[in-house]
């Protein structure tokens, strides 16, 4: 059973990375268990976990750039697996946030609402809600002034 659901989710996930049309690419992910709300932006060559694909929550109008890895588990080697076991933890991408190409997301985080994150950061921690961070690790380097819809 798992080795027919891999197969699934990779075969979705191929049409995915290369599909022209990128309300088609959500559609794709969505298809193998990722969390995508309306209104997201999923780029080219986006890799969500293969494994636990149903980890990742993504928040309205969202933007995730061309070759991004958000990675929900981390494990050791066969050698190491008894100081280093297999871990999981979800990902959460906030309302609005736009991640720019290249970056890699880690198990775990959370990405608070309206946040950027810089091309080619390594986000291997929470961000706060409004905030441009960037960089390896990533750290937040200015906090934006978002001013909410009097709706």
């Known amino acids: 059973i798992f080795g027919i659901k891999y197969f699934k989710n990779w075969i979705l996930e191929q049409l995915a990375s290369s ?18 709300a309306n209104n997201v932006y999923i780029g080219y060559n986006v890799v969500f976990d293969r494994l636990h694909p149903e980890l990742i929550t993504i928040g309205e109008y969202a933007e995730i750039g061309d070759r991004t890895i958000l990675s929900a588990h981390s494990r050791g080697s066969l050698t190491t697996r008894h100081a280093y076991p297999r871990t999981t933890a979800p990902i959460k991408i906030g309302r609005g946030v736009c991640i720019n190409p290249g970056c890699i997301i880690t198990q775990g985080v ?14 291997s921690r929470d961000v706060s809600p409004n905030c441009v961070a960037l960089g390896f690790p990533v750290r937040v380097i200015r906090k934006l002034n978002i001013e909410e819809d009097s709706e």
């Not at 599909?19 to 995508?36: D, E, F, Q, T, Y």
């Open 110 to 123: 959370t990405i608070g609402d309206n946040s950027i994150i810089g091309t080619g950061s390594v986000v």
């Open 19 to 36: 599909c022209p049309v990128p309300s088609w690419r959500a559609k794709l992910h969505r298809m193998r268990g990722v969390n995508i």
